[in-house]
């Protein structure tokens, strides 16, 4: 009996030794077949990457055996998403090609295996680019996303040479002029003209977005269910219109992503539209205002704005790139200014408006008087200097005072008629 118990414990030993040899042998086995599977995995992916990459035109494996692998697979997802994105013909040369000194010939980098010659003349319009990329297995850069600033005179790479006109690069391939004057075109015009004539405007500096306004840049309020129309020309993911005013700010910004749009930069400054006329511009009489000289927009004509609402300045910003100034919380004279608000400089003295009942004479010698001295005589003789910034009306501050208290018709010094106190000229 002790010698048959035996025997089964021997056999059930043998027997858990054998399981548990193929218990291990079956572990091997599985790690050979997740390696291979791993090694097959990998070996595709780099299969796909170099059929990826011959495609593009580029044979990255040698270039990518000098770098980290970090490095290695941004240089690659670089490559990859110039292949799909919107591409910006306004360049001379393809993506990762050097442009020569000459500026129309281009030089391909060594990493390119194309079927073209490595150096070429790439001054092309944008169909005959288009062709090259499909001839010579290249791509353009990526066009940039951004919101264009459209208050620039000139295109991304076009001179300014005076008179509001801009020349274009020696590059540029397009089929419009090479001599444009922006000066003449309001913003929607020169959104029109960039995409008709295949060159850009800079983009805007990076700014805070602003989600309290109802539609995103250069979109159009419709209707009065937060309904937004999109520009002519919109080619993005998302329909012509659509429902984004009622938007809580998280939302809008996953639409910005979802449909390829920006919403506008938070204001710098409240702007004030009590200001009779843009800060860029010069009131004339009443509230009749003509561009100054360094306005840079389309508009050139005199516009009264006496009956204008808030609503139509905000329109006439839009139209004609000019803002109105900022609401100013607190005035720093400008005591740079010759004379005071109102007064007109004449042969270094300074001449009263035909308004003014201060104690002072008519005439002063406020010219040579340094910044204490013009900061004296405002209380003296009842006047303001104006603010710094250009922004000189401040009703608030000097409403009901005696220099600029009834009859103001004009922040500019000139010959005033006395009867109405209107400037009727201007010293140069």
Same mark, same amino acid.
């Not at 603010?387 to 501050?397: I, N, Q, T, V």
């Given at each position: 009996m002790k010698e048959k118990?035996?025997?089964?414990?021997?056999?059930?030993?043998?027997?858990?030794?054998?399981?548990?040899?193929?218990?291990?042998?079956? !572990?091997?086995? =599985?790690?050979?077949?997740?390696?291979?599977? !791993? #090694?097959?995995? +990998?070996?595709?992916?780099?299969?796909?990457?170099?059929?990826?990459?011959?495609a593009l035109g580029y044979d990255l494996r040698d270039l990518e055996k000098t770098m980290s692998p970090e490095v290695a697979r941004a240089l690659r997802t670089a490559y990859a998403e110039a292949e799909g994105c919107d591409h910006d013909y306004s360049f001379l040369c393809p993506f990762s090609w050097t +442009?020569?000194?000459?500026?129309?010939?281009?030089? /391909?980098?060594?990493? &390119?295996?194309?079927? *073209?010659?490595?150096?070429? #003349?790439? $001054?092309?319009?944008?169909?005959?680019?288009?062709?090259?990329?499909?001839?010579?297995? !290249?791509?353009?850069? =990526?066009?940039?996303? =951004?919101?264009?600033? &459209?208050?620039?005179? *000139?295109?991304?790479?076009?001179? +300014?040479v005076g008179a509001g006109h801009c020349s274009a690069p020696f590059s540029y391939s397009g089929r419009c002029s090479r001599t444009m004057n922006f000066a003449e075109l309001s913003r929607p015009e020169r959104e029109r003209w960039s995409a008709a004539c295949d060159t850009y405007w800079p983009c805007q500096a990076a700014c805070k977005r602003d989600f309290s306004v109802p539609c995103p840049d250069g979109w159009t309020s419709i209707g009065g269910e937060g309904k937004c129309k999109a520009p002519e020309g919109y080619v993005g993911p998302c329909g012509p219109v659509e429902s984004v005013g009622s938007l809580d700010s998280e939302t809008k910004q996953l639409f910005e992503k979802k449909c390829n749009v920006l919403f506008p930069c938070e204001s710098k400054c409240k702007r004030d539209y009590s200001f009779a006329c843009p800060a860029s511009w010069r009131n004339v009489a009443l509230e009749k205002c003509l561009p100054g000289d360094s306005y840079a927009g389309p508009c050139?004509?005199?516009?009264?704005? /006496?009956?204008?609402?808030?609503?139509?300045?905000?329109?006439?910003?839009?139209?004609?790139?000019?803002?109105w100034p900022c609401i100013e919380e607190k005035c720093e004279r400008d005591f740079t200014a010759p004379c005071p608000l109102e007064w007109a400089e004449a042969h270094k003295a300074c001449m009263a408006p035909a308004h003014y009942e201060g104690p002072c004479e008519e005439r002063q010698d406020f010219v040579g008087l340094t910044p204490e001295e013009k900061d004296a005589a405002m209380e003296t003789c009842e006047v303001f200097w104006p603010c710094k910034g250009g922004e000189a009306l401040l009703r608030d501050?000097? +409403?009901?005072?005696?220099?600029?208290?009834?009859?103001?018709? $004009?922040?500019?010094?000139?010959?005033?008629?006395?009867?109405?106190?209107?400037?009727?000229?201007?010293? $140069?």
């Amino acid at each position: 009996m002790k010698e048959k118990c035996e025997q089964q414990a021997e056999e059930q030993e043998d027997q858990l030794r054998e399981n548990q040899k193929r218990a291990r042998d079956t !572990v091997d086995q =599985c790690d050979d077949l997740l390696q291979g599977t !791993v #090694n097959r995995t +990998e070996e595709a992916a780099q299969k796909r990457r170099s059929l990826q990459a011959s495609a593009l035109g580029y044979d990255l494996r040698d270039l990518e055996k000098t770098m980290s692998p970090e490095v290695a697979r941004a240089l690659r997802t670089a490559y990859a998403e110039a292949e799909g994105c919107d591409h910006d013909y306004s360049f001379l040369c393809p993506f990762s090609w050097t +442009e020569g000194s000459d500026g129309f010939t281009c030089t /391909a980098p060594a990493t &390119y295996i194309g079927r *073209c010659e490595k150096t070429q #003349n790439f $001054s092309l319009s944008k169909e005959e680019k288009q062709a090259k990329e499909r001839e010579c297995l !290249v791509t353009w850069p =990526c066009l940039k996303k =951004c919101v264009r600033d &459209y208050t620039q005179l *000139c295109p991304t790479g076009w001179t +300014e040479v005076g008179a509001g006109h801009c020349s274009a690069p020696f590059s540029y391939s397009g089929r419009c002029s090479r001599t444009m004057n922006f000066a003449e075109l309001s913003r929607p015009e020169r959104e029109r003209w960039s995409a008709a004539c295949d060159t850009y405007w800079p983009c805007q500096a990076a700014c805070k977005r602003d989600f309290s306004v109802p539609c995103p840049d250069g979109w159009t309020s419709i209707g009065g269910e937060g309904k937004c129309k999109a520009p002519e020309g919109y080619v993005g993911p998302c329909g012509p219109v659509e429902s984004v005013g009622s938007l809580d700010s998280e939302t809008k910004q996953l639409f910005e992503k979802k449909c390829n749009v920006l919403f506008p930069c938070e204001s710098k400054c409240k702007r004030d539209y009590s200001f009779a006329c843009p800060a860029s511009w010069r009131n004339v009489a009443l509230e009749k205002c003509l561009p100054g000289d360094s306005y840079a927009g389309p508009c050139r004509e005199e516009v009264n704005f /006496a009956s204008r609402t808030e609503q139509d300045k905000i329109a006439f910003e839009e139209r004609c790139l000019a803002d109105w100034p900022c609401i100013e919380e607190k005035c720093e004279r400008d005591f740079t200014a010759p004379c005071p608000l109102e007064w007109a400089e004449a042969h270094k003295a300074c001449m009263a408006p035909a308004h003014y009942e201060g104690p002072c004479e008519e005439r002063q010698d406020f010219v040579g008087l340094t910044p204490e001295e013009k900061d004296a005589a405002m209380e003296t003789c009842e006047v303001f200097w104006p603010c710094k910034g250009g922004e000189a009306l401040l009703r608030d501050m000097v +409403e009901g005072g005696p220099a600029m208290g009834r009859g103001v018709t $004009s922040l500019l010094g000139g010959p005033v008629d006395s009867a109405t106190g209107t400037i009727v000229g201007f010293i $140069s």
